[in-house]
């Protein structure tokens, strides 16, 4: 059984930076796409990033301030965020798909437990 377990949350001051890491046990996603997505209480949970080996994306509210990045042979992947912002405050959950891209919540079949990224202003 596949598992993801988020690390590297925390409290930061708008303007800096943090890095998640997502480590997978129980299964290899080499050909797959990783994400992750966010959610503030109260809102619907939504994407941030998504890579596979030659494919990646961000939402339009991170792009130029966030990257995705992956270590295959570490099973694990990163998202380092940068500028931070208030409104990024949220818990931020790493996921995985059986199928080599997709960006919808729906299609990704494993997911971590979810991490705080609280942004003060």
């Known amino acids: 059984q596949a598992q993801l377990v988020e690390s590297g949350g925390g409290l930061v001051q708008a303007g800096g930076s943090l890095r998640l890491s997502c480590a997978a046990s129980?299964?290899?996603?080499?050909?797959?796409?990783m994400g992750w997505f966010r959610q503030v209480p109260g809102k619907e949970r939504e994407f941030v990033a998504a890579?596979?080996?030659?494919?990646?994306a961000y939402a339009d509210s991170v792009k130029g301030r966030f990257t995705i990045s992956r270590d295959n042979a570490k099973n694990t992947v990163y998202l380092q965020m940068s500028s931070l912002k208030p409104e990024d405050t949220a818990a931020y959950y790493c996921?995985?798909?059986?199928?080599?891209?997709?960006?919808?919540?729906?299609?990704?079949?494993?997911w971590g437990q979810g991490i705080q990224v609280t942004v003060s202003s």
């Open positions: 129980g299964r290899t996603f080499n050909g797959n796409v």
């Open positions: 996921a995985a798909a059986d199928t080599a891209w997709t960006t919808l919540q729906i299609s990704y079949n494993y």
């Open positions: 890579r596979n080996g030659f494919r990646v």
